[in-house]
């Protein structure tokens, strides 16, 4: 076993020997807690046999640990001053690719497209929390072939991916995911299990991806639409909320709305952060079609 980079010790010798500048812009803390990571690495499951992207290797403390467990680590690195340290301290490992690029325009299906047949892909990440969302949802939209991604997040992000209806922290986001995946707690994680300590708190969440997103509805984009609106005006009913939506974009009066509200018996005054995935889904289907139905009968 090689001597690990994520202890308080080997990192701030590291740092030094290469007068490692953080940039804050980045995101740049370096988790320095084994005992973390050890949790990450337990979560992942990982094999021989899992292709694992990384995003945001830092100083290498994640990827040497993937590196030991799985069959191939792709990490993507945005800051060129981090690759010759990779460079020097994975260089006993011949199972990782460490690609320059700033994950957001990485083309994710050719690059998964590369990867050896028969591979389960996973994403395994301490990530940048200022573009958490962007790649989060930019793997999920792609519907990429991905088991699941285990990632640290700021807590509070946690905590509104995996909220349910009715609590203040579900909304837009725990939608979208929970569209896509089953998300499950790891672990809490407190500022000074970092290199510089991040003014939030972490957590590690897994997010298990679903082989079928968990409803059915007749138009993915539009379902995603009327989240956005459910959710975008929290003080306005659900109705209010939705008929300002409809006004901007595609003409939908009250008493349509209220239609599709009593198909579903829903109450006028409910707000659209009680309603669970599955009520959403319904409610854009029944909206979709009224649309059709109103732009067909004006043609
Ligand atoms: N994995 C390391 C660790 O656990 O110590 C570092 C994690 S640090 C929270 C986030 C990393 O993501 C930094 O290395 C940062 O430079 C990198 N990063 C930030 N924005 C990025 C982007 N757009 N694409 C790829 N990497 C990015």
Not at 98 to 117: F, G, S
Not at 163 to 177: E, F, N
Not at 191 to 199: D, E, L, Q, T
């Given at each position: 076993m090689k001597q690990k980079i994520a202890s308080p010790a080997k990192t701030r010798e590291i740092l030094n020997q290469y007068d490692f500048i953080f940039q804050k812009r980045y995101g740049q803390n370096f988790l320095i807690d084994l005992h973390v990571l050890n949790k990450i690495i337990q979560a992942a499951d990982l094999s021989s046999n899992d292709y694992v992207i990384e995003v945001g290797p830092g100083i290498g403390s994640l990827t040497q640990a993937l590196a030991e467990e799985a069959g191939q680590v792709i990490a993507i690195e945005i800051d060129k001053q981090l690759v010759?340290?990779?460079?020097?301290?994975?260089?006993?490992?011949?199972?990782?690719?460490?690609?320059?690029?700033?994950?957001?325009?990485?083309?994710?299906?050719?690059?998964?497209?590369?990867?050896?047949?028969?591979?389960?892909?996973?994403?395994?990440a301490n990530l940048p929390y200022y573009i958490t969302t962007p790649i989060i949802m930019g793997l999920l939209e792609k519907k990429l072939p991905l088991e699941h991604i285990t990632v640290m997040v700021q807590?509070?992000?946690?905590?509104?991916?995996?909220?349910?209806?009715?609590?203040?922290?579900?909304?837009?986001?725990?939608?979208?995911?929970?569209?896509?995946?089953?998300?499950?707690?790891?672990?809490?994680?407190?500022?000074?299990?970092?290199?510089?300590?991040?003014?939030?708190?972490?957590?590690?969440?897994?997010?298990?991806?679903?082989?079928?997103?968990?409803?059915?509805?007749?138009?993915?984009?539009?379902?995603?639409?009327?989240?956005?609106?459910?959710?975008?005006?929290?003080?306005?009913?659900?109705?209010?909320?939705?008929?300002?939506?409809?006004?901007?974009?595609?003409?939908?009066?009250?008493?349509?709305?209220?239609?599709?509200?009593?198909?579903?018996?829903?109450e006028e005054k409910i707000r659209g952060e009680t309603l669970t995935i599955e009520q959403l889904g319904t409610l854009s289907d029944l909206l979709y079609s009224m649309i059709r139905k109103t732009s067909s009968n004006t043609k």
């Open positions: 010759p340290i990779l460079q020097e301290t994975l260089k006993e490992y011949d199972n990782i690719t460490i690609l320059n690029e700033d994950v957001l325009q990485v083309d994710m299906e050719e690059l998964l497209a590369k990867r050896p047949l028969g591979t389960a892909v996973k994403v395994v807590k509070e992000v946690a905590d509104r991916m995996r909220a349910v209806p009715g609590t203040k922290d579900y909304g837009a986001l725990s939608v979208a995911v929970q569209y896509y995946c089953e998300p499950y707690l790891v672990a809490n994680v407190p500022a000074h299990c970092f290199i510089p300590r991040p003014n939030v708190g972490s957590a590690v969440i897994q997010l298990r991806v679903l082989e079928e997103p968990r409803i059915r509805v007749e138009n993915e984009s539009f379902f995603f639409q009327i989240v956005r609106a459910a959710f975008a005006q929290r003080r306005k009913t659900l109705l209010n909320a939705l008929y300002h939506y409809f006004q901007k974009e595609i003409s939908l009066s009250k008493e349509e709305i209220v239609s599709c509200f009593k198909v579903m018996g829903l």
